[in-house]
């Protein structure tokens, strides 16, 4: 079985309702907050009756899914950037 090397992965085309946004986070409120606090000014749209929060087994972290209208490269790589430079976010996805 041969992968077609040339293949691209799915363009995504904007505006993207329900665009999924997985924040892996350490369990703590003042991380939730900026978290949240991000999101609300990148997405000002966010629906939060929707977000799924997930505690990891030990509790220590929490991942957090938000569904947002992702409306272009711009926005997302602003909202993956300053998220990513907080140093209770341990990963976006």
Known sequence: MTQDSEQQPPKIEFPCEDYMVKVVRDADDD????V?????RHAPELDE??????P?????????TFYIVATGEPQLQALFDEL?????VHMVL
């Not at 991380?31 to 900026?34: P, T």
């Not at 990513?84 to 209770?88: E, S």
């Open 49 to 54: 009756s929707k977000l799924k929060h997930k």
């Open 56 to 64: 990891s087994r030990n509790g220590k972290f929490t991942s957090v």
């Open 36 to 40: 949240l606090e991000v999101m609300r």
């Open 84 to 88: 990513k430079a907080h140093p209770g």
């Open 31 to 34: 991380v939730h907050e900026f």
